[in-house]
């Protein structure tokens, strides 16, 4: 039986960026607030104080800020005619728990979305054609624009203090900056990060060739910087823990540093940790939600009340509450009917491994979770798709993380996997040899959903998510095209001996990293037949339930996710405070 306890107005699933802020605004609003985070509390100090987070064995192959997967995990197929089977330990993606989520272990690289991201099936269609979009991908267009949304990018970037050159300040095109970047309201709070050797390299190249290289966007402090909630932060020393590691400096944007001291000083706002959410129970007509159940710290099953909730988690970890929940439709790939589950993709993700003379020092060891240089001349719709027969684009980049020497040790082919030729090639290569990164887009199919696996469960009995996923051949001849741009950059930086592109190629593997930038699945748009949330968030059929995150876009744009994740959460949490405390109720009709 579970305990019952007093109702709150607002119950929130997640303590990450999404929860933080929609938690911080309502209680501000006078609400009274419950986080709810499954992990335990992690605080900049004492929690990521060095000597002790240096630790590349506990954070990037233990994984102490990612999810457990040893009582919740997913399962994979690559389509229907397979049985989907458990990942047993993270190398598809890196879903964060522990207070503030994955905005302690991202690596802070920061984007906004393109102005097309948001409205891209008319787009294509009406610049290339009906018939460009292949008939399997289900890209829909988002019920907002990027217009709408800027006002939020821009709060954002300011809550965050994010660093960088503006390359469009309304309108007009600044020097330094990323010529393609969509217009933005002021320039970036902090100057561009510092640039490293191998992407410098990379820039030179690239400006040879004739394409634009600029400095990446970072979520880094780059000066001591105070945010718009008034909070301190630091300026990155550079030390290369950014990637899996929580921020020893203050320096790194998360929502311990940027906002949660401020909302934890009111006394509405609350953060349960230990508290492992099972679902959102519903009334008896399905109608409304009654509050959520919980598991806490002691393996209690606890009832908390509220008269609204909010999914804040990781997000497809969303949809499987969704699921659980009984809330929507689940999507059906047979018969394309549901919502529930639909448009869910990954990233296409590439490289170009590159090996140097020796003259050529790299140090990789010198760096940040986002210092690169990066080009958007094959991002989004920034060049002729017609000739090449495929919706989206990528950034090639080359950015410097990290030489821990546990994941990095670089090898050209043929190298033996170990034993003494294997240990001269990592000890003539370790410094002189760098990657060439590029993010893809992907586009949503009709065979790539999410749903509840009928098999396999977690350590509480309830049913795993269970992925269905594999490359569409849109995305296959996007790779192709990225790559081969890669090692054309490739081949003409100084003191490259050797390049090894490699493009994406089917099946789809889970036992692979690509990113964390999981999207869909719990998408918004302006029809239920083909969305679960409106363009507020709200669910359709429960509207006292709120979703956040990245389950809400309708594919996945080349671009990292985080800034638009926390743009959405001010978006929808602006139109709450407006319309819906006065008047509780559907906002869109």
Known sequence: MAENLPKVDVAIIGGGWTGSIIGKELAAAGQRVVVLERGEARWPS????????????????????????????????????????????????????????????????YYRFDPTDFNLRSHYEERYGKGFIDDDLTS??????????????????YLIGASGQAGNIKGQKQEGGNPFEPWRSRPYPN??????????????????????????????CTRPYVNTEGL??????????????????FAKASPQVCILPVALKMENFEIRTGAHVLRVELTEDKKRARGVTY???????????????????????????????????PYDPETNTGVVGRNYTHQTTSGVNLFFEESININPFMGAGAVAVTMDDFSADNFDHGPHKFVGGGYLQIQVVSGAPIGYHPTPKGTPSWGSEWKKAVKRYYNHSAS????GSAQPTR?????????????????????????????????AFLTAKGDEIGRA?????????????????????????????????DDPQTSVVNRYGQVWDVPNVFVTGAALFPQNSNYNPTATVGATAYWIVDKIKADYLRSPGPLVT
């Open 436 to 439: 060439i990164t590029i993010t």
């Open 295 to 329: 598991v806490d710290a002691a393996g209690k099953e606890v009832f908390q009340p509220a008269d609204t909730v909010f999914l804040c988690a990781f997000g497809i970890n969303n949809v499987r509450l969704l699921l659980l929940s009984g809330i929507g439709k």
């Open 493 to 525: 930086m100084r003191g490259v001996v050797a390049t090894e592109p490699g493009p994406r190629k089917r099946p789809f593997s889970a036992t692979a990293y690509q990113s964390t930038h999981l999207t869909g699945g719990a998408i918004m748009g």
């Open 140 to 157: 829909q267009d988002w019920p907002l624009s990027y217009d709408e949304l800027e006002p939020y990018f821009d709060r954002f970037d």
């Open 232 to 249: 301190h932060m630091s300026a990155c020393v550079y030390c290369g823990f950014c990637s899996n590691f929580g921020c020893e400096h």
């Open 46 to 109: 004492p929690d990521f104080q060095g000597p002790n987070v240096h630790d590349e064995l506990k954070y990037t192959r233990r994984h102490a800020l990612h999810q457990n997967a040893a009582t919740e995990t997913y399962t994979f197929r690559n389509n229907t005619k397979q049985k989907a089977l458990p990942m047993r330990r993270w190398q598809f993606a890196y879903p964060g728990t522990h207070l503030g989520g994955a905005g302690n272990h991202w690596s802070g690289a």
């Open 191 to 220: 100057p561009p990060m510092k640039v490293p050797y191998a992407p410098a390299l990379f820039g030179e190249a690239a400006r040879k060739l004739g394409y634009h290289p600029y400095v990446q966007p970072s979520a880094l």
């Open 447 to 479: 065979g790539a959903y999410l749903s509840l696996d009928p098999t396999y469960k977690d350590a509480w009995g309830l049913p795993l998510l269970r992925v269905t996923y594999d490359f569409p051949d849109n995305d296959i001849r996007l790779s």
